[in-house]
């Protein structure tokens, strides 16, 4: 199934993928919960993953996908540690709410 | 809630579509359309839903359901392994654990009330700031992408993938044998290659000059691609990613590990609620 | 009589010689220890405040070293030969390629500096004598601190005399002033005093700075502040129309500023009488001998370069005058004597400066010299009775003081200072009048002959009201009241205290010496052509030779009047020469004044209080009394015309200053950086999303500008081409013309 890709299929992936980033964006800028902000920033991941593989297959380069690999293995670390340390945030503080972490105001 | 309901509706009957429709003809480009339009719908609506959602746990759901859509989305672009190891990975691990977490940290607002959301996520923080910013950051991106979609370098010709066909010699003569029994092994090299194209397309030339041409069906899949570019051209990177791997878990175990010792007076307080010094006072 | 006069003769006698100045530094400099002593006595006036000294060792230390500092005047005096100057250190000598400045600190002796420092160093010591017991109510609080002033003043008069060039003068007028403000405002509890003090410094101030341009004008004119550079280049008659014209012409009148602040003439004489806030001996000290002198020695000093100008010295003589009539006016209808001492004090400069602007600078050295005796007396005795009556100086309360016992030598002093004053014939005063008065018939010059009239008109009310005075306190029946410090005496048990030792042996000394001062005259002049006496001799050695009389030489007019070098004229009044009618004249004029003092004030001195009602009570002549008593209201006018204005300025300066400068300019310059910060203060408030929508937008920026780089320096690039343009086209434009 090797069919060549049109420009403008490339070009619809791409907005896809910046719509979702941008959505994702606009959830991590909105949302007061901090797990849910790290949420949005795994779908920002998602974004990058679709532009990577998209952009790769229209090259024919494989070098995407394994990209895509990496950022599956970095998103993943990632969430381990923030996970970990919302955790702590939490048991600290008892709230999620990331407006309470303001110690670094002027 | 209603409109994520019709985002899958309208994914789900998409699909059966999409089944329908390919079951009839070959592949052809409006399926191919069709199914990309399904998918990247179904990705935004449950964005969208995610990012708007009051409770944690139906944001992380949604979540999945926008990993799901993205491995669609993969598929359509002949990445299969690469949607379902995103499937497995993402919405089959790092989703699970953020569920534990918002399973631990959950509060509710009202002890009385367990099912009441907490008010830092009822109500959003600067939501006009952030939507302009991300508007003028879309435009942006809408805007170059559209307008440089005429300066892109040409695409790319599928010859790196028989290329690496060539390379998996075994394979090769397995299913050029099962195609042409009678082909005389190994074909001629010419410019260090077997494979060599015409304008209808890939052929080989055995060394008795039989020509052979390839089908499709012959490529290597995209796991056999994904795994020799990955060996082949990034091996130290594959190392490092362990590496990182290593780390995350030394560094999730060590940090969750640490907790906060309460002295007695502290827990004490904890559990009534108010100062206490006496042993015997707990009510 | 005839033996004593010849041996006071040959005690005084001088030789002239032409003046040649010779620079003594080794066997003279000991002369510079008449300056330095009263230094020597502040210094130790210093120490003494430091270790907080409860008895009289400040006055002790005082008397001691200005007494040092006259005896040292005295052999000075004794072996003056020639002008000189001594050179104690150099102090400016600035020279660069077009001119040079220099200034040292160097003593320039002649006989004018002589005279002056005679009387200077006597009356000071004699009078800080007066006040070691004047004072000593005040030990331990303000003893040391009267004493250190006392010592300031005298260092300061002392510079300002015997210095030999305009700067030492300078710094001594400075030092004088000063000295004056804080003696003045010695009582400093006293907003009185307080006030008294800054309108003394103030009105002076005014002088000086006429004092100060006028030093400069000499300098840039002549090229030299040295008395006797300056006399140089004069009398080598350099200077000519290439001198700067008008500069030459205001040099005087600068100067006459200067003087008229200082000694208390026209229009700024308001200082003196509110100078009396001081206590007596400061009064007598700096107000009637010494530092109102300085303003006549100033005019002596640089007499040639009064000559200069056609109307510099008529319009010395004219303010002199007026002076001398206003203060006789006001004098007459105050009520408190020192007071009433003050205006004669502001009335006798003027006749000084009538003298000055006569063209007899001897006459008005004279007057100075005789004045400074006995205004120190009439001064002296007032701080007695003050002393004695626990403040008390209401002529009107205080009666027949002669009669009481202990007080007759303060009254008989009195009575010799009266005397003087009035000019009573034969007394130091009537020979110093005289010469004044008869000069101004003598010289001609604008309405010298008016001025002359009012000046006799002027000594008949002097008469008057020195002995309404005299009359009051110290004739008729014995009454008295206290005043109002009593320390905490019972009124109606008071006793006055009269005056012991230290207070009536400066007081006989000074009268005496007021007696004396009549002697000078009569000593013949060693020196051809000069007449006048032993002042006369100490005045021709200066440069105001001009205003000593004598014959004329070149010509052989034996009976001609002028000086040596400069024809005055050939007045007369009434038809008789004015010399020998002028003995006659003012003789009258002084006895009709005597009388009626005695009319009003002695036999019968409910007239005098029917005389002031009558005038009050009728319309047409309301204002004279009134008027006289209020002093003729110039303080007032002073106070609108010139502080109210200035007080308006200030308050709208400081409200400018308060509400646009400090609002617009400097809160608003300093707002500036803050309400800066207060724009971006937000962006720090510690919350995650809002860096992340900063960094957001900063990549968004930067994106832009990536994207569109080539467009952005295409532009600019065009905009360079643009400046490029233009400016080749205004320089081909600038060239074509």
Not at chain 3, 682 to 688: D, F, M, Q, S, T
Request: glycine share 8%; with cysteine.
């Amino acid at each position: 199934m090797m069919t060549t890709f049109a420009p403008s299929a490339l070009s619809g992936y791409l907005i896809v993928s910046g719509i979702l980033l941008t959505i994702g964006l606009i959830g991590f800028f909105v949302r007061r919960n901090l797990i849910v902000m790290f949420l949005c920033t795994e779908l920002m991941f998602q974004s990058a993953a679709i532009a990577f593989v998209a952009v790769g297959r229209y090259y024919f380069d494989y070098s995407g996908q394994v990209m895509v690999i990496f950022i599956l293995t970095v998103a993943a670390a990632e969430a381990a540690l923030a996970l970990a340390l919302v955790v702590l945030l939490h048991r600290q503080n008892n709230t999620l709410d990331a407006e309470t972490i303001v110690e670094l105001k002027e | 809630m209603q409109v994520s309901m019709v985002a899958i509706g309208v994914a789900a009957s998409g699909w059966l579509i999409g089944i329908v429709t390919g079951s009839l003809s070959a592949f052809s480009e409006v399926s191919h359309g069709l199914f990309f339009i399904i998918f990247s719908l179904c990705a935004i609506a449950a964005a969208i839903r995610m990012v708007v959602h009051a409770r944690p746990i139906y944001c992380a759901l949604y979540f999945v359901l926008v990993v799901i859509s993205t491995a669609g989305l993969l598929l359509m672009l002949e990445a299969e392994f690469m949607a379902f190891a995103l499937i497995i990975v993402y919405a089959g691990a790092i989703l699970i654990t953020y569920m534990f977490v918002l399973m631990l940290a959950n509060q509710a607002e009202n002890p009385e009330e367990p099912y009441s959301q907490a008010i830092y996520d009822r109500i959003p923080r600067e939501p006009a700031a952030a939507v302009a910013v991300g508007f003028l950051l879309l435009c942006l991106l809408t805007g170059t992408v559209t307008g440089g979609a005429s300066s892109l370098p040409p695409e790319g010709d599928g010859a790196s993938q028989w290329y690496v066909l060539e390379k998996l010699s075994q394979q090769f003569e397995t299913n050029v044998l099962e195609i042409a029994p009678d082909f005389a092994w190994p074909p001629i090299s010419e410019g260090g290659h077997f494979i060599q194209f015409s304008s209808s397309g890939p052929y080989i030339v055995s060394g008795e000059g039989t020509v052979l041409e390839l089908d499709e069906v012959m490529l290597p899949t995209n796991t056999q691609m994904v795994g020799w570019s990955l060996v082949n051209d990034f091996p130290v990177t594959i190392e490092l990613a362990g590496v990182i791997l290593l780390m995350a878990m030394f560094g999730a175990a060590v940090l969750a590990r640490r907790a906060i010792e309460l002295t007695e007076k502290e827990k004490r307080k904890v559990i009534l609620g108010h100062d206490s010094e006496e042993v015997g006072d707990d009510r | 009589m005839t033996e004593m006069i010849s041996i006071l003769s040959s005690l005084m006698a001088t030789p002239s010689v032409p003046t040649s100045e010779v620079l003594h530094t080794v066997n003279m400099s000991w002369a510079g220890f008449i300056v330095w002593m009263p230094l020597v006595s502040l210094v130790l006036c210093g120490i003494c405040a430091a270790c907080k000294v409860k008895s009289k060792a400040p006055a002790i230390i005082t008397v001691i070293c200005l007494g040092t500092s006259f005896l040292l005047t005295l052999m000075l005096w004794n072996g003056y030969t020639q002008p000189e100057t001594i050179l104690l250190f150099d102090w400016l000598q600035i020279h660069w390629d077009g001119g040079s400045f220099v200034a040292n600190f160097a003593l320039y002796v002649d006989s004018l500096t002589l005279l002056w420092m005679l009387f200077v160093t006597g009356l000071g010591t004699l009078i800080a004598v007066y006040a070691s017991e004047y004072m000593e109510h005040d030990v331990g609080k303000g003893y040391t601190r009267f004493f250190a002033g006392v010592s300031v003043f005298l260092f300061a008069m002392t510079c300002l005399v015997m210095g030999d060039n305009l700067l030492m003068l300078y710094l001594g007028w400075e030092g004088v002033g000063f000295a004056s403000y804080w003696l003045i405002g010695y009582f400093y509890q006293k907003p009185s005093a307080v006030a008294a003090a800054k309108k003394a410094f103030i009105v002076n101030r005014i002088g000086d700075v006429g004092l100060a341009l006028a030093i400069y004008l000499i300098w840039s004119t002549f090229g030299t502040v040295q008395y006797d550079e300056i006399t140089t280049v004069l009398n080598s008659k350099t200077y000519d129309a290439s001198f700067g014209g008008w500069t030459v012409h205001a040099i005087p009148y600068l100067l006459m500023l200067a003087a008229f602040g200082k000694s208390a003439q026209l229009p700024l004489y308001v200082w003196l009488p509110d100078a009396m806030e001081g206590p007596t001996p400061v009064s007598a000290l700096i107000h009637a001998a010494t530092m109102v002198t300085a303003g006549v020695y100033l005019i002596i000093r640089t007499y040639p370069l009064f000559m200069l100008d056609d109307y510099a010295l008529p319009t010395v003589a004219w303010v002199g005058g007026l002076t001398a009539l206003l203060a006789a006016t006001i004098g007459m209808a105050q009520y408190d004597i020192k007071r009433i001492m003050a205006y004669s004090t502001i009335s006798q400069l003027g006749y000084m400066f009538l003298g000055l602007g006569v063209v007899t600078s001897y006459g008005a050295a004279y007057h100075v010299f005789t004045h400074a005796f006995f205004k120190a007396v009439l001064f002296l005795t007032c701080g007695a009775i003050m002393h004695g009556f626990a403040g008390q100086l209401d002529l009107r309360r205080l009666s027949g003081l002669r009669k009481m016992k202990g007080w007759k030598i303060v009254s008989y002093t009195m009575l010799v200072g009266c005397l003087c004053l009035a000019g009573f014939p034969f007394t130091s005063g009537y020979f110093s009048k005289d010469a004044i008065l008869a000069e101004a018939f003598v010289t001609q010059g604008p309405g010298f002959e008016v001025l002359g009239w009012l000046a006799i008109f002027t000594a008949g009310l002097t008469a008057y009201y020195t002995f309404r005075v005299w009359f009051r306190v110290c004739a008729g029946p014995v009454y008295f009241e206290p005043g109002d410090e009593l320390h905490g005496e019972d009124p109606s048990s008071f006793h006055p205290h009269a005056p012991r030792f230290a207070i009536n042996f400066v007081l006989v000394v000074i009268a005496l010496g007021a007696l004396l001062a009549a002697l000078p005259y009569f000593v013949p002049n060693e020196t051809e052509n000069i007449h006048g006496g032993w002042i006369a001799e100490m005045v021709h050695d200066s440069p105001a030779r001009a205003g000593v009389p004598g014959v004329i030489v070149d010509g052989g007019q034996a009976e001609a009047h002028g000086t040596i070098n400069y024809e005055i004229g050939h007045g007369d009044i009434l038809g008789m020469d004015p010399h020998k009618a002028m003995y006659y004249i003012s003789a009258i004029v002084g006895f009709i004044g005597i009388g009626f003092a005695l009319f009003f004030h002695l036999y019968c001195r409910s007239a005098a209080d029917k005389l002031r009602g009558k005038l009050l009570a009728s319309r047409a002549t309301r204002w004279l009394p009134t008027a006289m008593e209020h002093k003729w209201y110039v303080d007032e006018i002073y106070i609108a015309t010139i502080r109210s204005p200035l007080w308006i300025l200030g308050k709208l300066f400081s409200l400018f200053d308060r509400y646009f400068i400090d609002v617009a300019l400097v809160n608003g310059i300093a707002g500036l950086p803050r309400a800066f910060a207060r724009w971006f203060s937000p962006l720090h408030n510690g919350a995650i999303q809002s860096y992340a929508i900063s960094m957001l937008g900063g990549a968004f920026l930067i994106t832009l500008l990536m994207l569109f780089m080539p467009e952005i320096v295409e532009f600019l690039q065009s905009l360079s081409e643009q400046t490029a343009s233009t400016e080749q086209v205004l320089a081909t434009m600038g060239g074509g013309k």
